[in-house]
């Protein structure tokens, strides 16, 4: 059974069209992506050659790992890493390769070992624009402007891009997930769900991407089975969005006709679905089924050190996610229309606003925590918003209530357009992801920030273009602050620098 073919509309994320409704990369898309390398390249040689040759902060545990593994070690392993070690196979393959055409003195320099980051970056104003060809398809046939810019935005998305000049697992984790995506909404599954693999091995939370994709595409075969089970006219009167209606579809059909024989008709369906959806998803299975194996032999989910990383029910962290979208993707969320929209949907459903505000606030008073990292380090910008901001006094942190609540609004209100299944699924994702960790940590809203931000499906050329003003301002700022304002640890001189 295979998926009907949706012409010129938004693609949703588990659709997967033909393998040639894809165009080839033209002439600007390459111009666009050798002027970006070019760009890179120079900050990023101002950095390793000039500024901060050493490995620097968290550098120091993964060039150490990574230069174990070059060494030929493959045993040995540092306690302070708590990500599994797929970045240093990375880099030693990578290395291994270009060994074969070049003659390098030191294949796992700090230099070499960074520019691994510097390939990803590149390789990625690539992948986003064909995500974005297939997810938005009328960029094919409207503005190419808007695909260029939003190309080159999420490229140089700020946490993303400052981590390009650092050997950290940020740029590979990224890049592996956005690459899973690709090749499913590509319909190479089983390509997708091998890059999948390599993902998770590069970081474990991914498996909960590789999970989305995987409930996804069985909601696909969900979905084309179940749509005929109930009647239509039945659903319209329950709801309006059609995923609901087909999820509800059996469970309708058998309130309305509790019989045997339509009992055993929807168990037909059912079984309908397994057998159709599993053999899709059997790659994506079998990832989760290894790293099952893995948590069980692992006995958790981090490797090395994990006094520091206790999970923790931090729900905030979802209210803190919001707000750091709310601010990066102001250009298409804080707009007059959609605020107006906001105040009326506020006075129309007055209930569900004082519910939603007591939820916020009763999950905000038992439920934040303020990891020692974020307490003590002070190198990073998080260490002056949590003291400068959230203890200046004890009801700030409630002050920001609205704020949340407007930025969960707006991303519902972009979100529900694509189905309030898939909304769903995100923020269940989404909690996944953050809602386990105590530290507040920005990095570790990159992907889902990107995820958001590439389901995005309208945008005019004022609104990349203020993101792109926007993102260059922040990179501007924090790596003029990263290179040309360090300070010195007091007692022992050491030199300092600020960073996400």
């Not at 073919?5 to 659709?15: D, F, G, L, S, Y």
């Not at 030929?72 to 240093?88: A, R, S, V």
């Not at 960074?114 to 503005?143: D, K, Q």
């Not at 109930?230 to 969005?241: N, S």
Request: with cysteine; aromatic share 16%.
């Amino acid at each position: 059974m295979s998926s009907p073919a949706v012409a010129r509309k938004p693609r949703n994320v588990e659709e997967s069209p033909s393998k040639t409704e894809t165009p080839p990369m033209r002439g600007p898309m390459t111009t666009i992506g050798v002027l970006f390398a070019l760009l890179t390249l120079h900050i990023f040689t101002l950095i390793s050659s000039d500024l901060i040759p050493g490995p620097y902060m968290d550098e120091i545990f993964h060039i150490k790992q990574a230069r174990t593994y070059c060494g030929g070690n493959f045993t040995e392993w540092d306690p302070k890493l708590t990500t599994l070690p797929g970045l240093y196979f990375v880099s030693l393959a990578e290395w291994k390769f270009l060994s074969l055409f070049v003659t390098l003195k030191d294949p796992c320099s700090v230099w070499n070992l960074r520019l691994t980051n510097f390939f990803f970056a590149v390789a990625g104003i690539f992948l986003f624009h064909r995500i974005l060809l297939i997810l938005h398809p009328h960029y094919t046939n409207s503005s190419k402007f808007q695909l260029y810019t939003s190309a080159i935005n999420l490229s140089t998305f700020p946490l993303l891009y400052f981590f390009t000049f650092l050997y950290y697992t940020d740029q590979a984790s990224t890049f592996f997930t956005l690459a899973m995506l690709y090749f499913h909404i590509s319909g190479s599954r089983g390509l997708a769900a091998l890059i999948g693999a390599v993902a998770v091995f590069t970081r474990q939370t991914n498996i909960v991407w590789v999970g989305s994709l995987a409930a996804l595409e069985l909601f696909k075969s969900y979905r084309l089975i179940m749509q005929t089970v109930a009647r239509t006219e039945d659903l319209k009167k329950i709801t309006d969005d059609k995923d609901l209606q087909v999820l509800l579809s059996p469970f309708l059909s058998l309130l309305r006709n509790p019989t045997k024989s339509n009992l055993r008709r929807v168990a037909g369906f059912f079984l309908g679905v397994l057998v159709e959806g599993v053999p899709r998803i059997l790659g994506y299975l079998t990832v989760m089924a290894g790293f099952l194996a893995f948590l069980i032999h692992n006995k958790g989910i981090v490797v090395g050190d994990r006094s520091a990383h206790q999970a923790s029910l931090h729900i905030p962290q979802l209210f803190y996610f919001t707000a750091f979208t709310l601010f990066f993707a102001s250009p298409y969320l804080i707009t007059p229309t959609k605020v107006k929209a906001f105040f009326l949907d506020c006075l129309h459903r007055p209930v569900r606003v004082v519910i939603a505000v007591g939820a916020i606030t009763a999950a905000i008073a038992n439920f934040t925590y303020a990891h020692p990292y974020l307490l003590a380090d002070n190198r990073h910008y998080t260490f002056y918003i949590w003291n400068r901001l959230f203890q200046r006094h004890h009801l700030v942190k409630y002050a920001l209530t609205p704020v949340y609540l407007y930025g969960f609004w707006a991303m519902w209100d972009e979100l529900r357009q694509r189905g309030v299944l898939r909304m769903l699924l995100f923020f269940a994702a989404c909690c996944a992801v953050l809602v386990p960790q105590q530290l507040l940590e920005f990095r570790y809203f990159i992907l889902p920030y990107l995820l958001f931000r590439i389901q995005l499906q309208k945008s005019s050329a004022s609104q990349v273009v203020m993101e792109f003003l926007l993102y260059q301002a922040v990179n501007a700022v924090t790596l003029w602050l990263f290179l040309y304002k360090p300070f010195k640890t007091p007692g022992t001189g050491e030199l300092q620098h600020f960073m996400w």
